[in-house]
């Protein structure tokens, strides 16, 4: 009778287990960073409104709008359309971060009217 052929195993070199590995942390990381990024959406719209602002949700104008990246969307990300910020509360470099923070939007501070009283005669 003809023994059974032992079942041979896979093999690779230590080589393959390293490359092999840092693919898969740096894609770990790279998912991780766009998570990061998502939660940091949350809390800056979270201190927009408690400071005042408000944030015009959805795709309104879908043809005007900077896409956001296809990660975002997968991972949930709401579109924020129009972003108001009170002047007095938000300054330009306020203004520039939540910007980043939000690249499709549309950032605008409410800049006061403020009109020149003429001296009295």
Known sequence: MIPAPKRRWFRFSLRTLFVVVTLCALVA????????????????????????????????????????????????????????????????????NIQDVFPESFVKRDEPNWVALADPP
Do not use: C, Y
């Open 29 to 96: 990381g790279w998912l991780a960073w766009n998570l990061r990024q998502m939660q940091n959406r949350i809390q800056v719209s979270q201190a927009i409104e408690l400071r005042g602002g408000s944030i015009d949700w959805g795709w309104i104008h879908e043809v005007d709008l900077k896409k956001l990246p296809s990660l975002w969307q997968f991972l949930g990300a709401e579109p924020a359309f129009f972003i108001t910020l009170p002047a007095d509360k938000f300054t330009k470099q306020d203004a520039a």
